[in-house]
């Protein structure tokens, strides 16, 4: 609350200012904007298609997100305003003005200076840079000229870009191009070419891109079709050298072989190693001298069958190379029915053997011979068929790698060109569609504007009014100077006795404000607030030796201290005030002296004490550079000021202010009650703080006076 009064007397302070800028602000803008213009506005619409669905094309499949509408509008938008679109209505506009009769604004001296043949010759060049779309060189001396002259009828891009309004109309699918000029006729002449151009503009670079675009497509087409030619051809190519139709079936039958051969072969070893056991047991039956009648006997008889064994042994690698062939197989059974034949036969010639008791066995034995050796045989061929299948295999392998290349690359090359072709067809669609842009409203002429001449005059009192309280705002708020009690409490954390308010009167007279009834307000609040402190010093007096300083010189100690005498004296106390100011002896120079406080200590003189009641008694010093202790010493001092206090009821000592702090430190070692004055609107420093810090550590420090306040205490 206080902080809002003291801003509110800020604004008393300087009320005048508050009225004065505002209304002066207010005068001189009605002058200036009396004689402004009527204007008129223009609006012509244009239609974008980008949010409109029944312009869509086959084409728009997808839904554009609201991001992407946003960003179509504002390029757009942009390329509306381009100084290379605005030229193109100056050029308009310039010309028309030159070839009509009623111009849209009156030439200017330049224009309406130039002959018949310069007008030609200024209309062929600007129709020249229309036609070509293209802005003046201001480098060049003669387009430098004729861009002078658009720029003197106010026709230049910067003027109409500032005439010139463009946006979205809300959310549809509409932009609006408005023009606000003097002449409703310009507004809708400017509105309604540049729509043109933008259109035509706008509809002229799409279908280039799109041709550009469908040619630079249809060339890659072509190049993509040759790429995944020269691929199949490659793929093509590589099969036919190496012999590859379908690697993946290739390979399973190669595997399938594998397993049935391994299987054959495992079976083959079983078979070897029964037949291999079972003739060992019947060679066990045998004496080692049979035996080898036996073996002698077997190599003249078995001729034949190991003829017949070695044409199976080959039968059975052709039939293991032919992938068991069934001819093979046939060979094999009627070889083997043979190969029987001929062992039954030469078992007969074991008849009258002397090994005939073991015949059954002898003929046991030589079919399990044969076994062994077609058993041994199968796995031989078995064994050379799997390691040429497993070769086989093997060799699928890096042609499969090199095959799975080949076709990657043509799956690549496919992909490549299904989507060159796919962008293809679509960029041949739209180049054939229409460009999506037209001018649905075209601009007419406008009513005249409602007039904003009294809007102007009343916002620039308002804006005027509101600066100068911005003004004052940082005014107070950088303004960290001390105004009333209650902040120089909170700024030194020091009590606050009273305050007396700021007298503008040249001089008091205390002797008539005491004695006579006065009538002035100031006056009456005055003695208010001597008495108030007068009361507050009283009731926390500790000796009668009261000491007033300040912080600074000239704070208004001196009429405090003689007023705060009058107010003892007024309730019939007797004062002594002494003049202990000896830089500045302003008590000395407006009393009459008769007793001076160098003599008074020294005992060369004495007070005059009065028999009155309610009395006032001055000690006025010499000034000059001196010091109490340099007077007397401290126990005559101290000695003197008690025979004082037997005669007075209160002792007053001005003393210098804290920036002489020794003249005042010297007064503050006879006293224990210190007041110091503090004059409002100071603020309080860093040096401040440090004899406010010294007045609190005496412990004697009873409180500030505030003077020369301007706000209500």
Same mark, same amino acid.
């Not at 005249?448 to 004052?472: N, T």
């Not at 004082?644 to 000592?653: E, N, P, Q, S, V």
């Given at each position: 609350?206080e ?9 008393r302070?300087?009320r005048?200012i508050?009225?004065?800028i505002?209304?002066?602000?207010v005068? *001189?803008?009605f002058?200036?904007v009396?004689?402004l ?12 298609? *980008? ?6 094309s086959?084409m ?23 100084k290379?679109? @605005?030229?193109?209505?100056s ?42 779309n293209?802005?003046? &060189? ?28 463009i946006?979205?109309?809300?959310d549809s699918?509409? *932009?609006?191009? +408005? ?16 729509s ?7 509809s002229s670079?799409?279908?280039?891109? +799109? ?5 630079f497509?249809? &060339?890659?087409l ?22 590859v139709?379908?690697?993946?079936e ?6 399938t072989?594998?397993i049935?051969?391994?299987d ?7 078979n ?17 001298n ?22 199976l042994?080959?039968?059975y ?8 062939d ?7 059974d009627?070889l ?5 034949e ?10 009258? &053997? ?8 002898i ?7 044969v ?21 086989e295999?093997?060799?699928? @392998? ?22 060159i ?88 007279d ?7 009834e ?8 005055f ?7 007068r009361?507050?010093?009283?009731n926390d ?9 300040s912080?600074s ?11 705060l005498?009058f107010?003892?004296?007024m ?6 005030l ?6 500045n ?6 009393a009459?002296p008769?007793?001076y406080?160098?003599?008074?200590f020294?005992?060369?003189?004495n ?18 550079d001196t ?14 000021l008690d ?7 209160? *002792?007053?000592?001005e003393t210098?202010?804290l920036?002489?702090?020794n ?11 210190i ?14 703080? &440090? ?12 409180g ?10």
């Amino acid at each position: 609350m206080e902080e809002i009064s003291k801003f509110l007397g800020l604004l008393r302070k300087y009320r005048f200012i508050l009225i004065v800028i505002p209304v002066v602000t207010v005068c *001189i803008t009605f002058f200036l904007v009396r004689n402004l213009p009527n204007s008129y506005i223009s609006q012509s619409q244009i239609a974008t298609g *980008i949010v409109d669905e029944t312009k869509q094309s086959l084409m728009d499949q997808v839904a554009p997100q609201t991001s992407q509408i946003i960003q179509k509008f504002s390029n757009l938008i942009a390329i509306m305003r381009m100084k290379k679109m @605005v030229d193109l209505v100056s050029y308009k506009l310039i010309i028309h003005d030159l070839t009509a009769s009623k111009p849209f604004r009156p030439l200017t001296s330049q224009l309406s200076n130039m002959d018949a043949a310069q007008k030609r010759r200024a209309i062929a060049v600007y129709q020249n840079f229309y036609e070509k779309n293209e802005s003046l &060189n201001l480098y060049n001396k003669e387009q430098a000229n004729l861009y002078e002259m658009i720029q003197s009828m106010g026709y230049d891009s910067d003027a109409l870009s500032g005439k010139l309004s463009i946006f979205r109309s809300g959310d549809s699918d509409f *932009i609006v191009v +408005q023009c606000e000029t003097e002449d409703p006729g310009l507004s809708a002449f400017v509105v309604n070419e540049l729509s043109t151009e933008f259109v035509r503009y706008y509809s002229s670079v799409v279908k280039s891109n +799109q041709i550009k675009t469908t040619n630079f497509l249809s &060339n890659l087409l072509l190049q993509k079709n040759d790429t995944l030619t020269r691929r199949m051809l490659d793929l093509r190519d590589y099969k036919i050298r190496n012999r590859v139709l379908n690697l993946d079936e290739q390979s399973k039958q190669l595997y399938t072989r594998i397993i049935e051969y391994d299987d054959k072969k495992q079976e083959a070893m079983q078979n070897t190693a029964s037949t291999a056991g079972a003739l060992s047991e019947i060679d066990r039956k045998f004496s080692p001298n049979e035996r080898r009648y036996i073996e002698a006997t077997m190599s003249k008889v078995n001729s034949n069958i190991i003829s017949t064994k070695q044409e199976l042994s080959s039968l059975y690698d052709l039939y293991y190379q032919n992938d068991l062939d069934d001819k093979y197989k046939h060979s094999i059974d009627s070889l083997q029915g043979k190969l029987t034949e001929q062992i039954n036969r030469s078992s007969d010639e074991y008849i009258n &053997n002397p090994l005939s008791q073991k015949l059954a066995l002898i003929q046991q034995k030589m079919d399990l011979e044969v076994k062994l050796d077609l058993s041994r045989y199968s796995m031989n061929s078995l064994e050379q068929e799997l390691r040429k299948l497993n070769g086989e295999f093997s060799s699928l @392998v890096p042609k499969e790698a090199e095959v799975q290349a080949l076709e990657m690359k043509v799956d690549i090359a496919t992909k490549e060109y299904l989507d060159i072709l796919n962008r293809y067809n679509q960029s041949s669609l739209e180049t054939g569609f229409e460009v999506k842009l037209n001018i649905v409203q075209q601009g007419m002429p406008g009513l005249a504007q409602p007039s904003k001449k009294m809007l102007l005059v009343i916002l620039s009192g308002i804006i005027s009014f509101v600066f100068c309280l911005f003004i004052m705002f940082l005014m107070y708020f950088l303004d960290d100077s001390v105004v009333s009690p209650k902040g120089l409490a909170n700024a030194s954390q020091s009590p606050v006795l009273g305050g007396v308010n700021k007298l503008v009167a040249p001089s008091v007279d205390l002797t008539n404000l005491w004695q006579t009834e006065s009538t002035e307000p100031k006056l009456l609040e005055f003695k208010n607030q001597l008495r108030s402190l007068r009361y507050e010093i009283e009731n926390d007096l500790k000796d009668k030796v009261l000491v007033v300083t300040s912080i600074s010189p000239t704070e208004g100690k001196t009429l405090l201290a003689l007023s705060l005498a009058f107010a003892w004296k007024m309730t019939n106390k007797k004062v002594l005030l002494i003049d202990g100011n000896f830089t500045n002896p302003e008590i000395t120079n407006s009393a009459n002296p008769k007793v001076y406080l160098e003599d008074f200590f020294k005992g060369e003189s004495n007070v005059s004490i009065s028999e009155k009641k309610g009395s006032i008694d001055i000690l006025s010093n010499r000034g000059g550079d001196t010091s109490l202790l340099e007077l007397a010493t401290h126990e005559q001092i101290r000695a003197k000021l008690d025979w004082a206090k037997r005669y007075y009821d209160l *002792i007053i000592i001005e003393t210098a202010a804290l920036d002489d702090i020794n003249q005042s430190k010297e007064w503050m070692l006879f006293t224990q009650d210190i007041v110091a004055i503090f004059e409002a609107g100071q603020t309080i420093s860093e040096q401040k703080k &440090n004899f406010i810090s010294y007045l609190k550590g005496t412990g004697f420090f009873m409180g500030w006076i505030m003077n020369k306040t301007t706000t209500k205490i």
